[in-house]
């Protein structure tokens, strides 16, 4: 029986595997609500919370499912999770809710959140599945909230605006404006900036990459090296 490596599990679902920047799934509403940093947190946290329940659910179920059957009884497994968030949403967020409109009921054909299902958790125990589902969730979160803080910083020059949608009144103290008077870059927050700085976050991941597997690639020593040591 092959052990569980849950370090590994992590580092797939947070970089090397990260659903936004290598598996480049769930783009649409990845790309039209990170705007704001609050804006990908809610969606980011909803999507992680629906990764964390669905994975559980399916690990748990994995069983007594007929391999026949197990698409859609994963996609109801999941509609279902997803109304239950939205309904909770659309109760203590309202205002958030009504921001992130169809995109949190989208959440339900983010090929992400199938994908783990039907890769993962139908295959492993309960923990490493919350663990997976956990990881991923968090990896695509961190996307969202990092392209949403670059697009509001250049788009709007502050930082956590709105976060009163998400914090209460303390969340009103929580914006942090970046440059006074700042007239704003509307190409960052229009959907030709989300393309733009999903495209820069790849491409410094991807540099990151090549650089960490160059410094590990041994050096090969010329063919008389050996001989004349």
């Keep these: 029986?092959?052990?569980?490596?849950?370090?590994?599990?992590?580092?797939?679902?947070?970089?090397?595997?990260?659903?936004?920047?290598?598996?480049?799934?769930?783009?649409?509403?990845?790309?039209?609500?990170s705007n704001t940093v609050i804006n990908g947190l809610g969606l980011g946290l909803a999507t992680l919370l629906t990764l964390v329940?669905?994975?559980?659910?399916?690990?748990?179920?994995r069983n007594i499912v007929r391999s026949e059957i197990?698409?859609?009884?994963?996609?109801?497994?999941?509609?279902?999770?997803?109304?239950?968030?939205?309904l909770a949403m659309n109760a203590y967020f309202h205002e958030l809710y009504k921001i992130l409109g169809i995109f949190i009921p989208l959440i339900v054909t983010n090929c992400a959140i199938i994908a783990r299902a039907e890769a993962f958790a139908s295959k492993n125990a309960v923990v490493p599945s919350f663990v997976d589902g956990f990881t991923m969730g968090l990896g695509f979160?961190?996307?969202?909230?990092?392209?949403g803080a670059m697009r509001e910083a250049l788009g709007q020059g502050t930082l956590f605006a709105h976060a009163n949608?998400?914090?209460?009144e303390i969340g009103s103290m929580?914006?942090?404006?970046?440059?006074?008077?700042?007239?704003?870059?509307?190409?960052?927050?229009l959907p030709p900036g989300a393309f733009i700085g999903l495209g820069m976050l790849?491409?410094?991941?991807?540099?990151?990459?090549?650089r960490r597997?160059?410094?590990?690639?041994?050096?090969?020593?010329?063919?008389d090296a050996g001989a004349t040591a």
């Design 1 to 33: 029986m092959t052990q569980i490596s849950y370090a590994n599990i992590a580092r797939d679902g947070l970089w090397n595997n990260n659903p936004a920047l290598v598996q480049i799934l769930g783009l649409c509403p990845l790309l039209a609500v």
């Design 53 to 61: 329940l669905s994975n559980v659910t399916v690990s748990l179920i």
């Design 70 to 86: 197990r698409i859609p009884v994963f996609v109801l497994v999941i509609a279902s999770i997803v109304t239950a968030i939205e």
């Design 141 to 147: 979160t961190a996307v969202l909230v990092t392209l």
């Design 165 to 168: 949608l998400m914090f209460g």
């Design 174 to 189: 929580m914006k942090i404006t970046l440059v006074d008077n700042y007239h704003g870059f509307l190409l960052a927050i």
């Design 202 to 210: 790849i491409a410094i991941k991807n540099t990151i990459d090549a």
């Design 213 to 223: 597997k160059s410094r590990t690639v041994p050096v090969a020593l010329p063919a």
